[in-house]
Protein backbone atom coordinates (compact mmCIF):
# COMPACT_ATOMS: atom_id res chain seq x y z
CA UNK A 1 0.00 0.00 0.00
CA UNK A 2 1.65 3.83 -1.38
CA UNK A 3 1.68 5.76 1.96
CA UNK A 4 0.12 9.17 1.71
CA UNK A 5 1.89 12.08 2.18
CA UNK A 6 0.30 14.38 4.82
CA UNK A 7 0.41 18.30 5.00
CA UNK A 8 -0.25 20.65 7.87
CA UNK A 9 -4.13 22.15 6.86
CA UNK A 10 -4.39 22.96 10.97
CA UNK A 11 -4.25 26.84 9.54
CA UNK A 12 -7.04 25.81 6.95
CA UNK A 13 -8.68 23.73 8.81
CA UNK A 14 -9.21 26.45 11.80
CA UNK A 15 -10.18 28.63 9.12
CA UNK A 16 -12.73 26.91 7.54
CA UNK A 17 -14.35 26.44 11.02
CA UNK A 18 -14.64 30.28 11.74
CA UNK A 19 -16.04 31.10 8.90
CA UNK A 20 -18.80 28.54 8.94
CA UNK A 21 -19.44 30.01 12.54
CA UNK A 22 -19.19 33.24 11.22
CA UNK A 23 -21.53 32.84 8.83
CA UNK A 24 -23.88 30.89 10.34
CA UNK A 25 -27.39 31.15 9.48
CA UNK A 26 -26.83 33.50 6.54
CA UNK A 27 -27.83 33.15 2.85
CA UNK A 28 -26.28 33.53 -0.28
CA UNK A 29 -28.35 36.54 -1.54
CA UNK A 30 -31.89 34.87 -1.89
CA UNK A 31 -30.30 31.93 -3.05
CA UNK A 32 -31.55 29.45 -1.09
CA UNK A 33 -28.35 28.03 -0.06
CA UNK A 34 -25.86 28.75 3.45
CA UNK A 35 -23.70 31.76 2.54
CA UNK A 36 -20.23 29.27 3.45
CA UNK A 37 -20.78 28.00 -0.15
CA UNK A 38 -19.48 30.78 -1.60
CA UNK A 39 -16.10 31.32 0.98
CA UNK A 40 -15.52 27.26 0.10
CA UNK A 41 -15.62 27.70 -3.77
CA UNK A 42 -13.57 30.50 -3.30
CA UNK A 43 -10.98 28.39 -1.33
CA UNK A 44 -11.20 25.62 -3.97
CA UNK A 45 -10.11 28.25 -6.39
CA UNK A 46 -7.46 29.25 -4.79
CA UNK A 47 -6.31 25.58 -4.65
CA UNK A 48 -5.95 25.50 -8.24
CA UNK A 49 -3.30 28.66 -8.35
CA UNK A 50 -1.29 27.47 -5.02
CA UNK A 51 -0.89 24.85 -1.97
CA UNK A 52 -0.42 27.84 0.32
CA UNK A 53 -2.18 27.14 3.77
CA UNK A 54 -2.06 31.00 4.09
CA UNK A 55 -4.04 31.84 0.82
CA UNK A 56 -6.04 29.15 1.42
CA UNK A 57 -6.91 30.35 5.07
CA UNK A 58 -7.68 33.79 3.48
CA UNK A 59 -10.10 32.90 1.22
CA UNK A 60 -12.06 30.85 3.40
CA UNK A 61 -11.63 33.99 5.47
CA UNK A 62 -11.99 37.09 2.80
CA UNK A 63 -16.17 38.04 3.48
CA UNK A 64 -15.66 37.70 7.39
CA UNK A 65 -14.91 41.17 8.15
CA UNK A 66 -17.19 42.31 5.12
CA UNK A 67 -19.84 40.86 6.25
CA UNK A 68 -19.95 39.46 9.88
CA UNK A 69 -18.74 41.18 13.22
CA UNK A 70 -15.45 39.93 12.83
CA UNK A 71 -12.05 42.82 12.94
CA UNK A 72 -8.86 42.32 11.01
CA UNK A 73 -7.44 42.40 14.62
CA UNK A 74 -9.77 39.15 15.76
CA UNK A 75 -7.95 37.48 12.29
CA UNK A 76 -4.51 38.74 12.85
CA UNK A 77 -4.67 37.26 16.37
CA UNK A 78 -5.89 34.17 15.28
CA UNK A 79 -4.27 33.53 11.80
CA UNK A 80 -1.41 35.46 11.75
CA UNK A 81 -0.86 39.07 9.91
CA UNK A 82 -0.29 37.93 6.59
CA UNK A 83 -4.13 36.14 6.48
CA UNK A 84 -4.93 39.32 7.92
CA UNK A 85 -3.49 41.27 5.76
CA UNK A 86 -4.80 39.27 2.56
CA UNK A 87 -8.55 39.56 4.03
CA UNK A 88 -7.50 43.35 4.11
CA UNK A 89 -6.42 43.50 0.68
CA UNK A 90 -10.25 41.94 -0.62
CA UNK A 91 -12.13 43.90 1.29
CA UNK A 92 -13.64 47.08 0.56
CA UNK A 93 -15.10 47.77 4.21
CA UNK A 94 -13.01 50.65 5.02
CA UNK A 95 -14.43 52.15 2.11
CA UNK A 96 -17.64 52.63 3.04
CA UNK A 97 -18.81 55.77 4.10
CA UNK A 98 -15.70 57.74 3.13
CA UNK A 99 -15.05 60.04 0.52
CA UNK A 100 -15.67 56.95 -2.15
CA UNK A 101 -19.23 56.23 -0.59
CA UNK A 102 -20.64 55.50 -4.52
CA UNK A 103 -20.85 52.09 -5.38
CA UNK A 104 -18.90 53.10 -8.72
CA UNK A 105 -16.49 55.21 -6.80
CA UNK A 106 -15.76 51.67 -4.19
CA UNK A 107 -15.56 49.21 -7.41
CA UNK A 108 -12.58 51.79 -9.16
CA UNK A 109 -10.50 52.27 -5.61
CA UNK A 110 -10.52 48.28 -5.28
CA UNK A 111 -9.74 47.77 -9.13
CA UNK A 112 -6.88 50.21 -8.83
CA UNK A 113 -5.85 49.14 -5.18
CA UNK A 114 -6.07 45.69 -6.91
CA UNK A 115 -3.93 46.63 -10.07
CA UNK A 116 -1.10 47.02 -7.01
CA UNK A 117 -1.43 44.44 -5.05
CA UNK A 118 0.46 41.70 -4.19
CA UNK A 119 0.31 38.42 -5.95
CA UNK A 120 -0.59 36.75 -3.21
CA UNK A 121 -3.83 39.24 -2.69
CA UNK A 122 -4.80 38.73 -6.29
CA UNK A 123 -4.86 34.82 -6.02
CA UNK A 124 -7.25 35.28 -2.77
CA UNK A 125 -9.54 37.97 -5.11
CA UNK A 126 -9.44 35.81 -8.02
CA UNK A 127 -11.00 32.90 -6.10
CA UNK A 128 -13.65 35.07 -4.79
CA UNK A 129 -14.66 37.28 -8.02
CA UNK A 130 -14.47 34.28 -10.33
CA UNK A 131 -17.21 32.42 -7.45
CA UNK A 132 -18.99 35.61 -7.92
CA UNK A 133 -18.53 35.20 -11.52
CA UNK A 134 -20.06 31.61 -11.70
CA UNK A 135 -23.51 32.22 -9.73
CA UNK A 136 -23.61 35.33 -11.93
CA UNK A 137 -23.42 33.31 -15.25
CA UNK A 138 -25.63 30.52 -14.45
CA UNK A 139 -28.37 33.28 -13.35
CA UNK A 140 -27.97 35.20 -16.34
CA UNK A 141 -28.15 32.17 -18.68
CA UNK A 142 -31.54 31.51 -16.83
CA UNK A 143 -33.65 35.04 -16.50
CA UNK A 144 -31.29 36.84 -18.72
CA UNK A 145 -31.27 40.54 -17.79
CA UNK A 146 -33.41 40.42 -14.90
CA UNK A 147 -30.59 39.32 -13.25
CA UNK A 148 -29.68 42.97 -12.38
CA UNK A 149 -32.76 43.91 -10.38
CA UNK A 150 -31.33 41.94 -7.66
CA UNK A 151 -28.29 44.22 -7.58
CA UNK A 152 -28.48 47.67 -5.66
CA UNK A 153 -26.63 49.19 -9.32
CA UNK A 154 -29.35 47.59 -11.96
CA UNK A 155 -27.51 48.72 -15.43
CA UNK A 156 -25.78 45.75 -16.90
CA UNK A 157 -23.23 48.58 -18.35
CA UNK A 158 -22.01 49.27 -14.17
CA UNK A 159 -21.19 45.48 -13.75
CA UNK A 160 -19.26 45.24 -17.16
CA UNK A 161 -17.16 47.79 -16.43
CA UNK A 162 -16.49 46.44 -13.07
CA UNK A 163 -15.39 43.09 -14.19
CA UNK A 164 -13.50 43.78 -16.99
CA UNK A 165 -11.65 46.65 -14.68
CA UNK A 166 -11.19 42.85 -12.49
CA UNK A 167 -10.11 40.99 -15.32
CA UNK A 168 -7.46 43.64 -15.96
CA UNK A 169 -5.85 44.39 -12.69
CA UNK A 170 -5.93 40.46 -12.27
CA UNK A 171 -3.86 39.84 -15.72
CA UNK A 172 -0.78 39.18 -13.67
CA UNK A 173 -2.78 35.69 -13.53
CA UNK A 174 -3.72 35.01 -16.88
CA UNK A 175 -1.74 32.01 -17.07
CA UNK A 176 -3.91 30.86 -14.47
CA UNK A 177 -7.35 27.92 -14.87
CA UNK A 178 -8.73 30.42 -12.62
CA UNK A 179 -8.38 33.75 -14.84
CA UNK A 180 -9.27 31.67 -18.08
CA UNK A 181 -12.23 30.55 -16.53
CA UNK A 182 -13.28 34.26 -15.24
CA UNK A 183 -12.29 36.01 -18.46
CA UNK A 184 -14.36 33.44 -20.54
CA UNK A 185 -17.26 33.91 -18.12
CA UNK A 186 -16.96 38.06 -17.96
CA UNK A 187 -16.90 37.91 -22.16
CA UNK A 188 -20.12 35.12 -21.86
CA UNK A 189 -21.97 37.51 -19.94
CA UNK A 190 -21.22 40.39 -20.62
CA UNK A 191 -19.96 40.46 -24.64
Same mark, same amino acid.
Given at each position: ?????????????????????????????????????????? %???????? $? &?? @? #???? *???????????????????????? %???????? $? &?? @? #???? *???????????????????????????????? $???? #???????????????????????????????????? $?????????????????????
Amino acid at each position: MKKKKLIDSSLLDRAICFAVNAHADTERKDKGFPYIVHPLEA %VSIVSTMT $S &DQ @E #LLAA *AALHDTVEDTDVTFEQLEQLFGKR %VADLVRHE $S &DI @E #LEGS *AFSTWHQRKQTAIDHLAVAPRDAKIVALGDKL $SNMR #LIALDYAKIGDALWSRFHVTDPKEHAWHYRGLLNSL $SDLSDTAAYQEFNSLVKQVFG
